[in-house]
Protein backbone atom coordinates (compact mmCIF):
# COMPACT_ATOMS: atom_id res chain seq x y z
CA UNK A 1 0.00 0.00 0.00
CA UNK A 2 1.11 3.79 -0.70
CA UNK A 3 3.07 5.89 2.27
CA UNK A 4 0.12 7.96 4.20
CA UNK A 5 0.54 11.49 2.76
CA UNK A 6 -0.86 15.05 4.87
CA UNK A 7 -2.61 17.12 2.95
CA UNK A 8 -3.02 20.73 3.80
CA UNK A 9 -5.55 23.02 1.81
CA UNK A 10 -8.93 21.62 0.12
CA UNK A 11 -9.65 24.98 -2.34
CA UNK A 12 -10.58 24.65 -5.90
CA UNK A 13 -7.12 22.90 -6.92
CA UNK A 14 -6.57 21.49 -3.40
CA UNK A 15 -9.90 19.03 -3.55
CA UNK A 16 -8.84 17.40 -7.07
CA UNK A 17 -5.77 16.88 -6.00
CA UNK A 18 -6.30 15.31 -2.70
CA UNK A 19 -8.77 12.51 -4.52
CA UNK A 20 -6.46 11.39 -7.39
CA UNK A 21 -4.10 10.77 -4.37
CA UNK A 22 -7.03 8.90 -2.80
CA UNK A 23 -7.52 7.28 -5.83
CA UNK A 24 -3.90 6.39 -6.78
CA UNK A 25 -4.30 4.08 -3.34
CA UNK A 26 -2.65 7.14 -0.77
CA UNK A 27 -4.00 7.22 2.13
CA UNK A 28 -4.87 11.00 3.06
CA UNK A 29 -4.87 12.55 6.65
CA UNK A 30 -6.95 16.10 5.45
CA UNK A 31 -7.09 19.53 7.38
CA UNK A 32 -8.96 22.47 5.81
CA UNK A 33 -9.76 26.14 7.05
CA UNK A 34 -13.13 25.22 6.23
CA UNK A 35 -14.72 21.87 7.73
CA UNK A 36 -16.80 20.89 4.74
CA UNK A 37 -14.70 19.81 2.87
CA UNK A 38 -12.98 17.99 5.10
CA UNK A 39 -15.76 16.18 5.66
CA UNK A 40 -16.80 15.84 2.05
CA UNK A 41 -13.19 13.63 1.80
CA UNK A 42 -13.85 11.95 4.70
CA UNK A 43 -17.09 10.83 3.66
CA UNK A 44 -15.01 9.03 1.00
CA UNK A 45 -12.21 7.51 3.11
CA UNK A 46 -9.96 10.78 4.55
CA UNK A 47 -8.43 10.81 7.41
CA UNK A 48 -9.35 14.58 9.12
CA UNK A 49 -6.95 16.17 11.97
CA UNK A 50 -7.75 18.81 13.77
CA UNK A 51 -4.77 21.10 12.90
CA UNK A 52 -1.31 21.37 11.04
CA UNK A 53 0.51 19.79 13.83
CA UNK A 54 -2.19 16.72 14.20
CA UNK A 55 -1.15 15.87 10.94
CA UNK A 56 2.67 16.01 11.34
CA UNK A 57 2.00 13.46 14.07
CA UNK A 58 0.86 11.16 11.44
CA UNK A 59 2.71 11.39 8.41
CA UNK A 60 6.25 11.61 7.16
CA UNK A 61 5.30 13.66 3.94
CA UNK A 62 2.85 16.70 4.36
CA UNK A 63 1.66 18.49 1.06
CA UNK A 64 0.32 22.16 1.29
CA UNK A 65 -1.84 24.23 -1.11
CA UNK A 66 -2.72 27.12 0.16
CA UNK A 67 -3.85 30.82 -1.19
CA UNK A 68 -0.97 33.02 0.09
CA UNK A 69 2.52 33.44 1.66
CA UNK A 70 1.05 34.14 5.39
CA UNK A 71 -1.23 31.23 4.74
CA UNK A 72 1.99 29.23 4.01
CA UNK A 73 3.83 30.79 6.92
CA UNK A 74 1.11 30.11 9.85
CA UNK A 75 0.27 26.46 8.40
CA UNK A 76 4.22 25.57 9.13
CA UNK A 77 5.48 28.24 11.43
CA UNK A 78 2.51 29.12 13.15
CA UNK A 79 0.64 27.84 16.29
CA UNK A 80 -0.03 24.28 15.86
CA UNK A 81 1.64 24.24 12.85
CA UNK A 82 3.69 21.78 11.37
CA UNK A 83 7.30 22.96 12.74
CA UNK A 84 5.76 21.75 16.29
CA UNK A 85 5.61 18.04 15.12
CA UNK A 86 7.49 16.98 12.03
CA UNK A 87 10.20 14.75 12.84
CA UNK A 88 13.78 15.30 10.89
CA UNK A 89 13.72 13.00 7.44
CA UNK A 90 10.04 14.16 7.26
CA UNK A 91 9.08 16.22 3.69
CA UNK A 92 7.11 19.47 3.18
CA UNK A 93 6.08 19.99 -0.35
CA UNK A 94 4.16 23.01 -1.12
CA UNK A 95 2.25 23.28 -4.06
CA UNK A 96 0.93 26.66 -3.36
CA UNK A 97 2.11 29.65 -5.35
CA UNK A 98 3.88 32.00 -2.92
CA UNK A 99 7.03 34.63 -2.41
CA UNK A 100 10.43 33.19 -3.00
CA UNK A 101 11.35 35.07 0.27
CA UNK A 102 8.21 33.07 2.02
CA UNK A 103 9.87 29.66 0.31
CA UNK A 104 13.34 30.34 1.89
CA UNK A 105 12.00 31.30 5.34
CA UNK A 106 10.15 28.04 5.65
CA UNK A 107 12.98 26.00 3.88
CA UNK A 108 15.55 26.96 6.44
CA UNK A 109 13.28 27.09 9.74
CA UNK A 110 12.20 23.30 8.56
CA UNK A 111 15.85 22.43 7.88
CA UNK A 112 17.27 23.78 10.70
CA UNK A 113 15.52 20.93 12.35
CA UNK A 114 16.13 18.16 10.01
CA UNK A 115 13.05 18.10 7.85
CA UNK A 116 13.18 18.46 4.44
CA UNK A 117 11.43 20.79 1.59
CA UNK A 118 10.45 21.48 -1.68
CA UNK A 119 8.18 24.21 -3.20
CA UNK A 120 6.56 22.89 -6.07
CA UNK A 121 3.80 25.36 -7.71
CA UNK A 122 1.83 24.31 -10.03
CA UNK A 123 -0.36 25.46 -13.60
CA UNK A 124 -2.98 24.04 -15.10
CA UNK A 125 -5.82 25.97 -13.23
CA UNK A 126 -8.88 23.20 -11.89
CA UNK A 127 -9.34 21.59 -14.82
CA UNK A 128 -5.81 20.28 -15.02
CA UNK A 129 -5.86 19.89 -11.39
CA UNK A 130 -9.25 17.44 -12.05
CA UNK A 131 -7.48 15.60 -14.72
CA UNK A 132 -3.76 15.12 -13.39
CA UNK A 133 -2.35 16.91 -15.83
CA UNK A 134 -1.08 20.11 -13.90
CA UNK A 135 2.45 21.27 -14.93
CA UNK A 136 4.94 21.78 -11.91
CA UNK A 137 7.72 23.57 -11.30
CA UNK A 138 10.19 21.94 -8.49
CA UNK A 139 12.61 23.91 -5.94
CA UNK A 140 14.91 21.97 -3.61
CA UNK A 141 17.31 19.51 -3.11
CA UNK A 142 17.54 16.87 -5.93
CA UNK A 143 17.05 13.77 -3.49
CA UNK A 144 14.18 15.17 -2.25
CA UNK A 145 12.60 16.13 -5.97
CA UNK A 146 13.53 11.99 -6.56
CA UNK A 147 11.47 11.26 -3.17
CA UNK A 148 8.64 12.87 -4.09
CA UNK A 149 8.50 12.46 -8.11
CA UNK A 150 5.97 9.20 -7.93
CA UNK A 151 3.54 11.99 -5.99
CA UNK A 152 3.89 14.47 -8.32
CA UNK A 153 3.27 11.57 -11.44
CA UNK A 154 -0.27 11.52 -9.94
CA UNK A 155 -1.12 14.62 -9.88
CA UNK A 156 0.93 16.33 -13.09
CA UNK A 157 2.10 15.58 -16.48
CA UNK A 158 5.09 17.84 -16.97
CA UNK A 159 7.22 17.58 -13.65
CA UNK A 160 10.94 19.91 -13.84
CA UNK A 161 12.97 19.90 -11.03
CA UNK A 162 13.84 23.69 -11.77
CA UNK A 163 16.67 24.56 -9.14
CA UNK A 164 17.77 24.88 -5.75
CA UNK A 165 14.50 26.45 -3.20
CA UNK A 166 13.06 29.26 -4.24
CA UNK A 167 13.63 28.61 -7.81
CA UNK A 168 9.99 26.74 -7.96
CA UNK A 169 8.23 29.85 -6.81
CA UNK A 170 10.20 32.10 -9.46
CA UNK A 171 9.31 30.19 -12.24
CA UNK A 172 5.63 30.28 -11.41
CA UNK A 173 5.77 34.17 -11.19
CA UNK A 174 7.04 33.57 -14.65
CA UNK A 175 4.27 31.08 -15.33
CA UNK A 176 1.50 33.67 -14.12
CA UNK A 177 2.78 36.24 -16.42
CA UNK A 178 2.51 34.49 -19.56
CA UNK A 179 -0.84 33.45 -18.50
CA UNK A 180 -2.04 36.57 -17.76
CA UNK A 181 -0.71 38.82 -21.04
CA UNK A 182 -2.56 36.01 -23.01
CA UNK A 183 -5.56 36.50 -21.34
CA UNK A 184 -5.05 40.66 -21.86
CA UNK A 185 -4.03 39.79 -25.71
CA UNK A 186 -6.89 37.11 -26.15
CA UNK A 187 -9.66 39.59 -24.40
CA UNK A 188 -8.19 42.51 -26.62
CA UNK A 189 -8.62 40.38 -30.15
CA UNK A 190 -12.12 39.22 -29.13
CA UNK A 191 -13.45 42.95 -28.39
CA UNK A 192 -11.59 44.45 -30.75
CA UNK A 193 -12.81 41.37 -34.09
CA UNK A 194 -16.69 41.52 -32.31
CA UNK A 195 -16.90 45.19 -32.12
CA UNK A 196 -15.88 45.04 -35.63
CA UNK A 197 -18.71 42.63 -36.62
CA UNK A 198 -17.01 39.40 -36.91
CA UNK A 199 -18.69 36.26 -35.18
CA UNK A 200 -16.41 35.69 -32.35
CA UNK A 201 -16.55 32.05 -32.59
CA UNK A 202 -14.60 32.19 -36.46
CA UNK A 203 -12.29 34.35 -34.03
CA UNK A 204 -11.33 31.70 -32.06
CA UNK A 205 -11.20 28.97 -34.40
CA UNK A 206 -9.07 30.62 -36.77
CA UNK A 207 -6.67 32.26 -33.67
CA UNK A 208 -6.62 28.65 -32.31
CA UNK A 209 -4.95 27.30 -35.42
CA UNK A 210 -2.46 29.64 -36.43
CA UNK A 211 0.62 31.05 -34.81
CA UNK A 212 -1.76 33.16 -31.95
CA UNK A 213 -2.48 29.26 -31.00
CA UNK A 214 -2.94 29.05 -27.11
CA UNK A 215 -4.18 26.87 -23.81
CA UNK A 216 -6.02 30.12 -23.10
CA UNK A 217 -8.22 29.57 -25.99
CA UNK A 218 -7.95 25.58 -25.90
CA UNK A 219 -8.93 26.06 -22.48
CA UNK A 220 -11.23 29.36 -21.73
CA UNK A 221 -12.12 29.91 -25.58
CA UNK A 222 -15.51 28.30 -25.41
CA UNK A 223 -16.57 29.74 -21.57
CA UNK A 224 -15.06 32.86 -22.28
CA UNK A 225 -17.57 33.32 -25.37
CA UNK A 226 -20.13 31.95 -23.36
CA UNK A 227 -19.61 34.07 -20.52
CA UNK A 228 -19.33 31.44 -18.14
CA UNK A 229 -16.53 32.96 -15.31
CA UNK A 230 -17.38 30.43 -12.57
CA UNK A 231 -13.71 30.70 -10.99
CA UNK A 232 -11.13 28.05 -11.63
CA UNK A 233 -8.45 30.35 -10.82
CA UNK A 234 -9.54 33.53 -9.04
CA UNK A 235 -9.11 37.23 -10.08
CA UNK A 236 -7.87 38.30 -6.87
CA UNK A 237 -5.38 35.32 -6.81
CA UNK A 238 -3.89 36.12 -10.10
CA UNK A 239 -3.91 39.50 -9.32
CA UNK A 240 -1.58 38.06 -5.92
CA UNK A 241 0.61 35.89 -7.90
CA UNK A 242 1.47 39.59 -10.59
CA UNK A 243 2.72 40.87 -7.12
CA UNK A 244 5.19 37.95 -6.78
CA UNK A 245 6.15 38.42 -10.21
CA UNK A 246 6.78 42.53 -9.79
CA UNK A 247 8.31 42.35 -6.32
CA UNK A 248 10.68 39.44 -8.05
CA UNK A 249 11.46 41.95 -10.65
CA UNK A 250 12.54 44.63 -8.59
CA UNK A 251 14.42 42.78 -6.63
CA UNK A 252 16.78 41.79 -10.09
CA UNK A 253 16.31 45.19 -11.72
CA UNK A 254 13.73 44.02 -13.76
CA UNK A 255 11.24 45.74 -15.59
CA UNK A 256 8.17 44.28 -15.97
CA UNK A 257 5.77 46.98 -17.50
CA UNK A 258 3.05 44.87 -19.42
CA UNK A 259 2.88 42.55 -16.49
CA UNK A 260 2.36 46.11 -14.22
CA UNK A 261 -0.52 47.07 -16.13
CA UNK A 262 -2.46 43.76 -16.43
CA UNK A 263 -1.93 43.58 -12.57
CA UNK A 264 -3.40 47.35 -12.43
CA UNK A 265 -6.58 45.69 -14.69
CA UNK A 266 -6.99 43.29 -12.23
CA UNK A 267 -6.64 45.62 -9.10
CA UNK A 268 -9.56 47.80 -11.04
CA UNK A 269 -11.83 44.36 -11.24
CA UNK A 270 -11.09 43.35 -7.33
CA UNK A 271 -12.21 47.23 -6.60
CA UNK A 272 -15.00 46.63 -8.25
CA UNK A 273 -16.12 43.52 -6.47
CA UNK A 274 -15.03 41.07 -9.63
CA UNK A 275 -12.12 39.15 -7.53
CA UNK A 276 -14.03 35.87 -7.07
CA UNK A 277 -14.14 35.39 -10.73
CA UNK A 278 -12.17 33.34 -12.75
CA UNK A 279 -8.94 35.26 -14.42
CA UNK A 280 -10.84 34.70 -17.83
CA UNK A 281 -13.08 37.75 -16.97
CA UNK A 282 -10.64 40.03 -17.66
CA UNK A 283 -12.26 40.02 -20.92
CA UNK A 284 -15.35 42.59 -19.44
CA UNK A 285 -12.86 44.97 -18.29
CA UNK A 286 -11.60 45.27 -21.96
CA UNK A 287 -15.37 45.02 -23.00
CA UNK A 288 -16.14 48.26 -20.61
CA UNK A 289 -12.86 49.98 -21.99
CA UNK A 290 -14.79 49.10 -25.28
CA UNK A 291 -18.13 49.83 -24.33
CA UNK A 292 -18.96 46.83 -26.07
CA UNK A 293 -20.11 43.07 -24.74
CA UNK A 294 -18.15 40.54 -26.93
CA UNK A 295 -21.03 38.56 -29.74
CA UNK A 296 -23.15 42.15 -28.98
CA UNK A 297 -24.62 43.44 -32.14
CA UNK A 298 -24.19 46.95 -32.78
Same mark, same amino acid.
Request: aromatic letters at 4%.
Given at each position: ?122 ? =?? &???? +???? #? !????? $? ?5 ? /??KPIFEVLGKTIVHVGAAGAGQTVKACNQI ?18 ? =?? &???? +???? #? !????? $? ?5 ? /? ?46 ASMVAHGEGDLDHSALLTHLEELANHQVG???
Open positions: MAERIGFIGLGIMGMPMARNLMKAGYELVVHNRSQAAVDELVSEGAIPAASPSAIALQTTVIITMLPDSPDVRDVVLGEDGLIDSMDAGSLLIDMSTISPVTTLEVHQALAAKGVHALDAPVS =GG &DKGA +IAGT #L !SIMVG $GDATDFE /RAVVALTFEAVSEALVLGSKA =GV &DPEK +IVQV #L !SGGLA $GNKVLEL /RGASMLARNFQPGFRIKLHRKDLGIALDTGKSYDVALPVTALVSQMFQSE
